[in-house]
């Protein structure tokens, strides 16, 4: 800004450059003198001299005093030896300055864990699950609500209704929803909390079978995993969701009827307004176009409605993040980033015979009640 006032003053004088910009005549003025240099400071009369400092930090680093506070050894000194060094402030100094002041104790320290990075730029490349509580009918009875969502199309690809939280039951739920899917090995990164299903041995163990590659949030961090996060939320603000539940049947239900109008009907903002489904399975090329055909119409038939041109319909995103780089991330960046590609996803598989509801995408009529 003073740079600014400098070319101004040249053309229109101080006064007006500095009324101009804002700025204080008196600030420029005192910007213009060179700045004097200040003598270096005097040490104090009663301050120690150098040999003094070492002596003391000699004594605090001997064999005697090593593993001793300042206190301590200020204390000994005194009734011990009759020496009065310095006061234990001044030992802090000293150390302070020496840098050999710090935590002594061998206690944990927590390191700075990375964070998990995970890149989609399609379907069926990185799935996010988690597991949330439905309130019973009364207090202290709860019903599990597992749910796999994938990351690209937020397409809830299984979930499970189950009395209780167990490894072996999110095992069981991953395997059948790859198997329904289609998953090869070494195509799926699965991301979750550190819940003790999400790390337990069962879970490990399938994800060896299976190939695929597990992370986790870092400890104690909660939005490592938002996209679930998200997902819960969004079902739980429906109005058709109740306070309680008032008995297993009765939570399968309203699962059963949430989580299909999440996959089929609702509008993802994320998702250029296309549902999960349309995402997921292909379509969503095809109806962009048919929303980019209507919007040309209504600009033919009123161009005057439209001050900024022909009205183009949301963009899908190209990719999709957990904890995305600081640094912007090109297209190519990102397509070089993915390990693998999913199968060609323009013939989804029938979901006719499947109840979903159940939970577990197995046959009709089968339920969770372990």
């Known amino acids: 800004m003073m740079l600014s006032v400098d070319e101004l003053a040249l053309v229109v004088g101080v006064v007006m450059a500095c009324a101009a910009l804002g700025i204080s005549r008196a600030s420029w003025y005192r910007r213009q003198r060179p700045e004097r240099a200040r003598p270096p400071r005097k040490s104090p009369a009663r301050a120690l001299s150098p040999a003094e400092r070492q002596r003391v930090l000699d004594t605090l680093n001997s064999e005697r005093f090593m593993d001793q506070p300042p206190t301590e050894v200020y204390a000994r000194l005194l009734d011990e030896e009759q020496t009065y060094l310095c006061s234990p402030r001044t030992m802090y100094r000293i150390l302070d300055s020496a840098k050999e002041v710090r935590e002594r104790r061998n206690q944990l320290r927590h390191p700075n864990y990375t964070p998990p990075q995970l890149l989609a730029t399609a379907p069926n490349q990185v799935w996010s699950w988690d597991i949330t509580k439905l309130l019973g009918p009364v207090k202290w009875t709860y019903?599990?609500?597992?749910?796999?969502?994938?990351?690209?199309?937020?397409?809830?690809?299984?979930?499970?209704?189950?009395?209780?939280?167990?490894?072996?039951?999110?095992?069981?739920?991953?395997?059948?929803?790859?198997?329904?899917?289609?998953?090869?090995?070494?195509?799926?990164?699965?991301?979750?909390?550190?819940?003790?299903?999400?790390?337990?041995?069962?879970?490990?163990?399938?994800?060896?079978?299976?190939?695929?590659?597990?992370?986790?949030?870092?400890?104690?961090?909660?939005?490592?995993?938002?996209?679930?996060?998200?997902?819960?939320?969004?079902?739980?603000?429906?109005?058709?969701?109740?306070?309680?539940?008032?008995?297993?049947?009765?939570?399968?239900?309203?699962?059963?009827?949430l989580l299909y109008w999440y996959n089929h009907e609702h509008h993802h903002g994320s998702l250029g307004l296309m549902t999960p489904a349309t995402v997921h399975y292909g379509r969503a090329p095809r109806l962009l176009e048919h929303r980019r055909g209507v919007l040309t119409d209504a600009f033919r038939r009123h161009p005057e409605r439209f001050v900024h041109g022909t009205p183009q319909p949301p963009s899908m995103p190209e990719a999709v993040w957990i904890n995305p780089p600081s640094e912007k991330t090109t297209r190519q960046d990102a397509l070089g980033a993915v390990l693998s590609t999913p199968d060609d996803l323009e013939h989804p598989p029938s979901l006719s015979s499947y109840e979903l509801s159940a939970g577990l995408a197995v046959p009709a009529g089968s339920e969770v009640r372990h």
């Open 143 to 257: 019903y599990h609500l597992y749910v796999l969502l994938d990351l690209f199309s937020r397409y809830v690809v299984g979930w499970m209704l189950a009395h209780r939280e167990r490894g072996g039951l999110a095992s069981r739920l991953i395997e059948e929803s790859c198997q329904k899917q289609g998953i090869e090995p070494s195509q799926l990164s699965l991301h979750s909390d550190r819940g003790p299903s999400m790390t337990s041995q069962s879970v490990a163990m399938l994800s060896a079978r299976l190939g695929i590659q597990l992370s986790h949030n870092r400890p104690h961090v909660s939005n490592d995993n938002p996209f679930s996060e998200s997902q819960f939320k969004t079902l739980k603000y429906r109005p058709e969701f109740p306070n309680r539940f008032g008995s297993y049947e009765h939570a399968l239900s309203v699962s059963r009827e």
